[in-house]
């Protein structure tokens, strides 16, 4: 993707900071849809990259933003294809991710989801009130391990390898294109969120990369949820090692602190994860400190 593209637009930062979502707004990228390979590509605008798959007999999306961005993304989408939506699937709960659903309503025959992200969904709607619980909109399907479709003449697999960036990640895979929505499971050379409040878990977060990159071909291409503005959205293997290798040295780095003697605050400090200088803010306020913080809690509670 054209480097361009990534330059801060700033009136989509203006919008983003009117709406109640702007934490996950992404000032990196402004609204495009392209192509990666085969006829499957991507949409970004404000929240996780929406995969899209479109062919003759079959039109599938991977999450959806949020409402308004979302509307823009199935506009351009009838621009390409007189088919409703055959399936939307959602790689995880977080509202970056799945706000966007309501507006898929009349649109996508099914939503499809891991089986805890409906109640992860509904539960921090809640949290943000009322108004936030009636513009939900959760699975219709839901599978425990793995989902897999026929689309036309493209199949599609969801699977979820156990807990990560939440308890209810899936890593859905167009096995013809050869390309892997990972969701929010890489953040690309970015500070991740961690959700341990929804059942993340960083230990078994570092095994499910390691798993997914070892199943997958080796010239399989990986959509991002986030990444940072010298390396994009799109990844490869060995983007998706490096994203295992940074939890991994995160987890160590935050032991060997406590190992030493000190504190949450002292360990946290850290101005890098040394050898991980390129990992950078996903273009809102995550920071090292709070993936510190979280390896601390998880380390400190096992
Ligand atoms: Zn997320």
């Given at each position: 993707?054209?480097?361009?593209?990534?330059?801060?637009?700033?009136?989509?930062?203006?919008?983003?900071?009117?709406?109640?979502?702007?934490?996950?707004?992404?000032?990196?990228?402004?609204?495009?849809?392209?192509?990666?390979?085969?006829?499957?590509?991507?949409?970004?605008?404000?929240?996780?990259?929406?995969?899209?798959?479109?062919?003759n007999?079959?039109?599938?999306?991977?999450?959806?933003?949020?409402?308004?961005?979302?509307?823009?993304?199935?506009?351009?989408?009838?621009?390409?294809?007189?088919?409703?939506?055959?399936?939307?699937?959602?790689?995880h709960h977080?509202?970056?991710?799945?706000?966007?659903?309501i507006?898929?309503?009349?649109?996508?025959?099914?939503?499809?989801?891991?089986?805890?992200?409906?109640?992860?969904?509904?539960?921090?709607?809640?949290?943000?009130?009322?108004?936030?619980?009636?513009?939900?909109?959760?699975?219709?399907?839901?599978?425990?391990?793995?989902?897999?479709?026929?689309?036309?003449?493209?199949?599609?697999?969801?699977?979820?390898?156990?807990?990560a960036?939440?308890?209810?990640?899936?890593?859905i895979?167009?096995?013809?294109?050869?390309?892997?929505?990972?969701?929010?499971?890489?953040?690309?050379?970015?500070?991740?969120?961690?959700?341990?409040g929804?059942?993340?878990?960083?230990?078994?977060?570092?095994?499910?990369?390691?798993?997914?990159?070892?199943?997958?071909?080796?010239?399989?291409?990986?959509?991002?949820?986030?990444?940072?503005?010298?390396y994009?959205?799109?990844?490869?293997?060995?983007?998706?090692?490096?994203?295992?290798?940074?939890?991994?040295?995160?987890?160590?780095?935050?032991?060997?602190?406590?190992?030493?003697?000190?504190?949450?605050?002292?360990?946290?400090?850290?101005?890098?994860l040394?050898?991980?200088?390129?990992?950078?803010?996903?273009g809102?306020?995550?920071?090292?400190?709070?993936?510190?913080?979280?390896?601390?809690?998880?380390?400190?509670?096992?």
């Open positions: 993707m054209d480097r361009r593209k990534f330059l801060l637009n700033t009136a989509l930062a203006g919008v983003a900071l009117a709406l109640p979502y702007r934490a996950f707004s992404n000032r990196f990228l402004r609204s495009d849809f392209s192509t990666i390979r085969r006829n499957v590509g991507v949409y970004t605008e404000r929240g996780g990259t929406i995969g899209w798959l479109i062919n007999d079959a039109l599938v999306a991977v999450d959806s933003q949020f409402p308004d961005s979302a509307a823009n993304c199935i506009s351009g989408l009838k621009d390409r294809t007189d088919r409703k939506m055959d399936y939307l699937i959602n790689t977080h509202g970056d991710h799945t706000a966007g659903n507006s898929f309503k009349d649109y996508a025959n099914h939503i499809v989801a891991h089986e805890n992200v409906p109640g992860y969904q509904m539960k921090a709607a809640e949290r943000r009130g009322q108004e936030v619980v009636a513009a939900q909109l959760t699975a219709d399907m839901t599978f425990t391990d793995k989902w897999s479709q026929d689309v036309g003449d493209e199949t599609v697999h969801a699977t979820h390898y156990g807990p960036h939440t308890g209810g990640d899936s890593v895979y167009f096995e013809k294109a050869n390309i892997a929505h990972m969701g929010d499971l890489v953040f690309n050379r970015a500070y991740p969120y961690i959700d341990p929804a059942g993340a878990n960083i230990e078994n977060w570092v095994k499910v990369l390691r798993i997914a990159a070892d199943e997958l071909p080796s010239d399989a291409i990986y959509i991002c949820g986030h990444g940072n503005s010298n994009g959205i799109q990844a490869s293997k060995g983007d998706v090692l490096r994203k295992a290798d940074f939890l991994e040295a995160l987890l160590a780095f935050t032991q060997n602190g406590i190992n030493a003697g000190q504190s949450k605050e002292e360990i946290a400090g850290a101005e890098f040394p050898g991980f200088e390129d990992f950078q803010a996903p809102w306020g995550l920071t090292l400190e709070f993936n510190i913080n979280t390896a601390y809690d998880e380390l400190s509670s096992s």
